[in-house]
Antibody, heavy 121, light 110 residues
Framework: DVQLVESGGGLVKPGGSLRLSCAAS????????LNWVRQAPGKGLEWVSS????????YYADSVKGRFTISRDNAKNSLYLQMDSPRAEDTAVYYC??????????????WGQGTLVTVSS | EIVLTQSPGTLSLSPGERATLSCRAS???????LAWYQQRPGQTPRLLIY???SRATGIPDRFSGSGSGTDFTLTISRLEPEDFAVYYC???????????FGPGTRVDIK
């Protein structure tokens, strides 16, 4: 079965840093584009970033560009999100999500359980 | 940037009734780029429909998607108790690259 397990969330001060991880199993990790999606408390879904299978295409939402860095290690079946200079508005549950493959692959077919990040002094 | 609008914001229905949820895009969206998700309280989002009308693996056939261009619809033919949740539509953009979600429609028990 496909599994995505996030970790690394917690309380971080504004201007600090935090690194989220997502451990994947049950599929050929190196073949898929992976994404981070977040959800502020009581709010909707917001896409954060994506990275393709070989890390050659990386995209960010404007809200995090220049502050967050997505990366992956295909040898370790792991996805990461480095959060630098977080702000209070970055407080959210962060989900790791796998992107579909192929011609109709523009969707997120598997999601992790999420990890909560709280930015507060 | 394409903006998605969902209506209604909340839908109050009884089990067994039909639910019709709307997703409207500010510009035309390729059907390949349109998906729907369900999020039950306290749970992670789950893919229901991709490519505007294809059901994801394991999704019951009471869920169906339709539409094209700027107007898309998710229909639940007969609501089951587990269907009371929030539903999000999503599109994938080429410029700028990335996913955009609608604000969601909450389906409540009447």
């Amino acid at each position: 079965d496909v599994q995505l397990v996030e970790s690394g969330g917690g309380l971080v001060k504004p201007g600090g840093s935090l690194r989220l991880s997502c451990a994947a199993s049950g599929f050929t990790f190196s073949s898929y584009t992976l994404n981070w999606v977040r959800q502020a408390p009581g709010k909707g879904l917001e896409w954060v970033s994506s990275i393709n299978s070989v890390s050659s295409y990386i995209y960010y939402a404007d809200s995090v560009k220049g502050r967050f860095t997505i990366s992956r290690d295909n040898a370790k079946n792991s996805l990461y999100l480095q959060m630098d200079s977080p702000r209070a508005e970055d407080t959210a549950v962060y989900y790791c999500a796998r992107e579909g493959l192929g011609r109709d692959g523009f969707h997120l077919d598997y999601w992790g359980q999420g990890t909560l990040v709280t930015v507060s002094s | 940037e394409i903006v998605l609008t969902q209506s209604p914001g909340t839908l109050s229905l009884s089990p067994g009734e039909r639910a019709t949820l709307s997703c409207r895009a500010s510009q035309s969206v390729s059907s390949s780029y349109l998906a729907w998700y369900q999020q039950r309280p306290g749970q992670t989002p789950r893919l229901l429909i991709y490519g505007a009308s294809s059901r994801a693996t394991g999704i019951p056939d009471r869920f169906s998607g339709s539409g094209s261009g700027t107007d898309f619809t998710l229909t639940i033919s007969r609501l089951e108790p587990e269907d009371f949740a929030v539903y999000y539509c999503q599109q994938y953009g080429d410029s700028p690259r990335g996913f955009t979600f609608g604000p969601g429609t909450r389906v409540d028990i009447k």
